[in-house]
């Protein structure tokens, strides 16, 4: 008999470990992790309501009531802030989470399916991916009109596409891999091996790019806010709060620094914490034997 | 006698990991002497890569020497600077790898590389076409003045096997050194770039590092063989002492194995059991003592090296008892 | 004996030339011929060795039999009955037949655990009444792994452990034949004969068939009782392995034999035994596919390609003037 060696798998906790000792890796943690609290938390955290006018205290500077200080409605900044963070959190995970989906599906049977299928797929994501994305946006806000759901829509056509070629392109290479010819000798059906063998083989780097995106989506839709396309006021949104600084610049530059730094913050963040992920993923990227 | 071409002594090597120090070499002696054909064989996990990348300087960045010196033309190359390490690869040492697919470059044509690679020379291009359209034709490529113009994916495989070797060739390196340069390849082109080889050896007046696992490859083409396991030379011999009196147990098992060896319709084939010691947490005493069908007590002490005559030595105390 | 496996006249055929290319291209190049007009049967209880170099079509002749790839012409008649169609028309098929993968790790699925691979085969033909995990235990035990094995990943196999694990899947089912493509494929020297050696005492134990597709001439001499060579897509000669390895009667085989270098330092070959190379499946050479390497081709050789023909009872040659 040969005697087996105990092994210790990649398991989660060598993860976060691993991420704890990247600088970069662990400061986009803290990043994410800091938004998703103030997401879920708006409510508690807002010393506010963030739809609450006070006309009298407008453009105010930050003081001990109002940290960010107030807008041109006299609405606490702050409040507005950590509730548009979770507007930004809410359409960008549910929309990447939808195009992920919708992309991996569409990508799996391009790759595994018949020729003429895949052809076919090719051609929609290559039409779809060829409408510039701005006018797209706008030419969809205009026809159907400005909400949340609109904007969520906008970024799953468009995304689906990328999602789907990448995946299209794995699930070619794995269709030929010996594993998957095993699997078929063995006499398993399509679905079992997309679903048991071809889609937990790509599902780690796909998470990650999709990790990457989240701070895409966040512009998207604060930028489609800023234009006033996006969330509908008084919802706030970070865009809509840079928007409504940007026309009092000239007073005070609090709410275009309130508005335009969580913006920058969650990029950073989310990249930080894809790029870390990336490197612990892919064993490529491994010094270590 | 002349000083040997190439002379490794007490090479040890570790390589940090996070399972702690992997004692991949241990006080390895390996000499070529100049016109010698010598053979390291093992098995994967006796240390031949790291061997020729501590000779070529291509250590990895955790591998560290702990001890020993590679002696080529007079200097030890583990102490040489980056720079005097890029002269003496590929003009003085050239190497031949395993896979012939990647090692050309397939966005430059044969001839540029191989003009490329002259770039010490003092000639003209015209002479160094000429020289390298020579050598290809030496190393069996037909119709070398036109196919030089042509690019890698051009050629097959044995093809690309034959112009590695050709430019490997081409600066007259004093040594050799061919990693598994046939494993690649299918049998009947094996035999072919073999016999390149050996026909190549009188022209250079080279010597040869010839490492692979195929002993049949060994016997055909070396002078010496140094076999390795588990990071230690474990036997070192003439060709002929090597396969007709093998001393250690490993070299004893390994040469039994070879299917080439086994009398017709043997059943089950010999294999050795067990596998090679943790490098992390070597055992005391001989490495292969755990596979060992005759270990005994006084195998938990380090064996000495003994010498057994005739340049023939082993890491085995019964070595040499008969 | 009965005849388990029957292959006659197969060709299989791979596209080269795709897409709206095809309608530009000549008829002829749009496909390369993998295999051509093989014909071979394994028995029950039968090792059959199928040799060749790398693009002899080997691969691609045991991939046909489980339906991995198509053929385009030829039967191939399992048990009796002709084999072919969808993956789930093959289904019953390939619970029959067990077949190893050349990579001993690649050909595991990376995410699963060794348990889970060994499982597989009872979840894909959800076959009741079996306790998936006390299979698994059995398998492992059976190619000689301690149960410890089972939590471990493929990545984490040596070669040849890797190879135990892919023999005991392809096992599992009991399969009445067994397809093992190049059994020894990156193994080294010391362990190569394990594979081979549980899968002859397992095949004297359950008595099916072999096929072992491989390059590996010294190995297959001592473990097939028939062999076929393949050249080109073609079987150039076919036979008992005792008969051929004592006198080969096509060239080619001839050339493969003596180029397995000796482990004798005395044995001094003074000339390769084949010179150039396997010509290319686009450009097939004309007359005897075989000629361009031939030292004893002769102008008909050049010009008429020689029919498979039998030279004993059980030996046939595809060559106009067979050796011996």
Request: with cysteine; hydrophobic share 45%.
């Amino acid at each position: 008999m040969v005697q087996s060696r105990s092994v210790s798998a990649g398991s989660g906790g060598t993860v976060l470990r691993r991420l704890l000792t990247d600088p970069l890796g662990c400061f986009g943690l803290v990043l994410v992790v800091a938004l998703v609290v103030a997401a879920i938390g708006a409510d508690w955290l807002s010393p506010w309501t963030p739809t609450a006018l006070n006309v009298r205290q407008r453009l105010l500077p930050p003081d001990m009531t109002h940290l960010l200080g107030t807008d041109h409605l006299g609405r606490d900044i702050l409040s507005r802030v950590l509730h548009g963070g979770r507007i930004a959190l809410y359409v960008s995970i549910v929309s990447v989470s939808a195009a992920l989906t919708l992309g991996c599906v569409l990508g799996m049977i391009a790759g595994y399916g018949p020729r003429w299928l895949e052809n076919a797929l090719i051609l929609v994501f290559d039409a779809v991916r060829s409408f510039p994305t701005v006018l797209f946006a706008l030419a969809v806000v205009t026809l159907v009109g400005p909400s949340l759901t609109t904007i969520m829509l906008i970024v799953v056509v468009t995304t689906t596409p990328i999602y789907g070629r990448i995946v299209r392109v794995q699930t070619l290479s794995l269709k030929a891999q010996e594993f998957v010819l095993a699997e078929r000798a063995m006499g398993a059906g399509p679905i079992r091996v997309l679903a048991h063998h071809v889609l937990p083989n790509l599902i780690g780097p796909l998470l990650i790019l999709a990790s990457m995106e989240v701070p895409v989506v966040i512009t998207i839709e604060s930028g489609l806010s800023f234009l006033g396309l996006g969330v509908r006021p008084p919802t706030p949104s970070w865009g809509s709060i840079l928007n409504d600084g940007y026309n009092f610049i000239r007073d005070t530059p609090w709410p275009v620094i309130a508005g335009g730094v969580p913006i920058v913050l969650t990029t950073l963040g989310f990249t930080f914490l894809g790029e870390a992920l990336r490197d612990i993923f892919d064993p490529r990227l491994q010094r270590e034997p | 006698m002349s000083p040997p071409v190439l002379a490794i002594r007490d090479l040890s090597v570790a390589y940090r990991s996070r399972r702690g120090r992997l004692a991949a070499l241990r006080h390895v002696d390996i000499e070529v002497a100049a016109n010698r054909i010598v053979g390291i064989v093992g098995e994967s996990g006796c240390g031949k890569s790291t061997l020729i990348a501590a000779v070529l300087g291509l250590l990895a960045p955790n591998a560290e020497v702990m001890s020993g010196t590679v002696g080529f033309e007079g200097r030890n190359l583990l102490a040489a600077t980056p720079a005097e390490l890029r002269a003496v690869r590929g003009p003085r040492i050239a190497t031949i790898f395993q896979d012939p697919m990647t090692a050309l470059n397939p966005v430059l044509s044969i001839a540029t590389q191989m003009i490329d690679i002259q770039y010490r020379s003092d000639e003209g291009a015209t002479a160094k076409r000429a020289r390298a359209i020579a050598m290809l034709t030496r190393v069996g490529i037909p119709d070398a003045a036109q196919r030089i113009d042509d690019y890698a994916h051009r050629f097959s495989g044995g093809m690309r096997q034959r112009i590695v070797i050709g430019m490997a060739l081409l600066m007259r390196p004093a040594l050799l050194i061919a990693d598994e340069p046939t494993t690649a390849l299918d049998v009947t082109l094996e035999a072919q770039i073999v016999h390149l080889l050996r026909e190549m050896r009188g022209e250079i007046a080279g010597s040869i590092l010839f490492v692979s696992h195929n002993l049949g490859l060994i016997a055909e083409l070396c002078d010496e063989v140094v076999v390795m396991y588990a990071g230690e030379v474990v036997e070192r011999a003439p060709v002929r002492a090597l396969f007709h009196a093998p001393q250690h147990p490993y070299t004893r098992l390994l040469l039994a194995c070879d299917p080439a060896r086994v009398a017709e319709g043997t059943f089950p084939l010999p294999t050795i059991p067990g596998g090679l010691p943790d490098l992390a947490a070597l055992p005391q005493g001989c490495v292969f003592r755990a596979r060992c069908p005759d270990a005994r007590a006084e195998c938990a002490t380090p064996p000495p090296l003994r010498n057994i005559g005739a340049g023939h030595v082993a890491r085995c105390v019964r070595a040499g008892d008969g | 004996m009965a005849e388990l496996l029957e292959i006659d006249g197969l060709d299989v055929r791979y596209r080269v030339v795709g897409g709206w290319r095809a309608l530009l291209a000549p008829r002829g190049s749009r496909f390369v011929d993998a295999v051509l007009d093989a014909s071979l049967h394994v028995a029950a209880g039968e090792t059959y060795g199928l040799v060749g170099e790398s693009g002899s079509g080997k691969t691609s002749l045991a991939r046909a039999i489980i339906g991995l790839v198509p053929h385009q012409a030829g039967s191939i008649r399992f048990r009796g009955s002709p084999t072919g169609g969808s993956d789930r028309a093959m289904r019953p098929l390939r619970r029959d037949i067990g077949m190893m993968f050349q990579d001993p790790v690649a050909s595991l699925s990376p995410r699963l655990t060794v348990g889970r691979l060994l499982a597989e085969p009872f979840r894909i033909h959800a076959i009741p009444g079996r306790d998936r995990a006390a299979e698994a235990r059995r398998l492992i035990a059976m190619v000689g792994l301690d149960a410890g094995f089972l939590r471990m990943y493929p990545h984490q196999l040596s070669g040849g452990q890797a190879r135990r694990v892919g023999l005991a899947r392809a096992l599992a089912l009991d399969p009445a034949l067994v397809i093992a493509d190049e059994p020894t494929a990156g193994l080294d020297v010391s362990v190569q004969g394990e594979a081979l050696n549980l899968l002859g005492a397992l095949q004297a134990e359950h008595g099916m068939g072999l096929l072992i597709v491989t390059h590996n001439l010294p190995v297959i001499r001592h473990i097939s009782d028939r062999l076929g060579i393949m050249y080109l897509g073609r079987i150039v000669e076919q036979g008992p392995t005792r008969a051929i390895f004592r006198r080969p009667a096509h060239p080619y085989t001839a050339g493969l034999i003596a180029a397995v270098p000796q482990p004798d330092p005395d044995i001094k070959r003074d000339a390769p035994p084949l010179e150039g190379e396997i010509p290319s499946l686009r450009q097939r050479p004309t007359g005897c596919e075989f000629h361009t390497r031939c030292r004893f081709a002769t102008d008909m050789c050049r010009s008429v390609a020689p029919d498979y023909r039998l030279i004993a009872p059980d030996r046939g040659v595809r060559c106009h003037f067979p050796l011996g």
